[in-house]
């Protein structure tokens, strides 16, 4: 039975980081926040498994773990946070009766429930505790490299992302997600580590774990803009559900390219061709802002035989699976913005000069 209560624990239980994600119900019955200390008492949170087929997190966490301080204190005190360890079990997202526990955070659309409150008071917990900063880790399903996703323009919070991956994404729906809630007040980051179970993606987690856990403190410095390049969502491209699609060489009506999810985080410059148009009176796809206006004539150009971008534009979540084109959408596109910093940030005034609040960036993939 699921208990909807979290507790805390002063210590790992023996034996656990010999279990994978799936086995870990049998320690732990719903989110539970396990303290151990380190050398610099302000803690570092890692939350893993909050979907639970997403086990990058728990991988990285208990191999670090045992790897590097199973003998040797910890450089700075960890407070690791189990999400959901009854759906990893059945290594899926949530059970059946859950709601999806990052949109049950504070500040999120979720009515209020008996998740919404647990999850508020382990927010306010974790408030109490000051961390130095809150890390998030998920997978996703495409082809996609590992980046991480901020929720607020301010130089540290860019500065801790960059030390994952030089492309970062910013975002502010959903609502209700762990890094959104957390980032008011303190350097706050989901990690999409890739596909679950990836090696590589494991090591590159656990590598950037062992950085934080090392960091002394995160600088307020500006950072400089071309050191960190940061995207927003701007667009959903659904394929026209009347059009044939196939890819590569087919005699379909939308031949997409074969390998177009290559194109994942790669700024195009304008004139990429994504596929061939063998029928030119179907319009073969459709884009939307995250308002749900079309904006289609803002980034395609369908009149010479291609289905051509007309504008600088970085896709994520491409996919080559026909089912999830169908069910989904083909892809996202993002924007790059344009920041600059001139001081010390201090405050939380984070939108930099042609962000504004109004623009409400859309929900990135997976999350
Ligand atoms: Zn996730």
Known sequence: MLSLDFIELDHLPEGVLERPASALYQYFQGPTLIHLQGRDKRPLVVSVLQHGNEVTGWEAIRRLLKLHYRHSELPRSLLILIGNPLAAKHRLRRLDDQPD?????????????????????????????????????????????????????????????????????????????????????????????????EIHGTDHTMAFLETCLNLEKISTRPIDSEAVHLFHMVATVNVNNDVLFGFGRVPAELALREDLDKFNFCELPAGTSFGDLNNPTRQPLFAYDPEGVDVTGDYFFFGRGQVETTREVMPSMLTLDRRVIQQDCLCYLMDRIHYEFDEEVTGPDPLPEGIKRSDRPGSPPSV
């Open 101 to 197: 526990f990052n949109r049950c955070w504070p500040g999120g659309k979720e009515a209020d429930s008996e998740y919404t409150r647990l999850f508020n008071r382990i927010h306010e917990r974790m408030r109490e505790l000051d961390p130095l900063a809150v890390i998030d880790v998920h997978n996703n399903t495409g082809l996609n490299p590992h980046y991480a996703a901020v929720n607020l323009i301010r130089a540290d919070y860019l500065r801790l992302a960059s030390l994952f991956a030089t492309k970062v994404v910013y975002f502010t729906m959903p609502a209700g997600t762990l890094s959104l809630s957390m980032s008011e007040f303190c350097p706050s980051l989901t990690l999409e580590c890739g596909q679950a179970g």
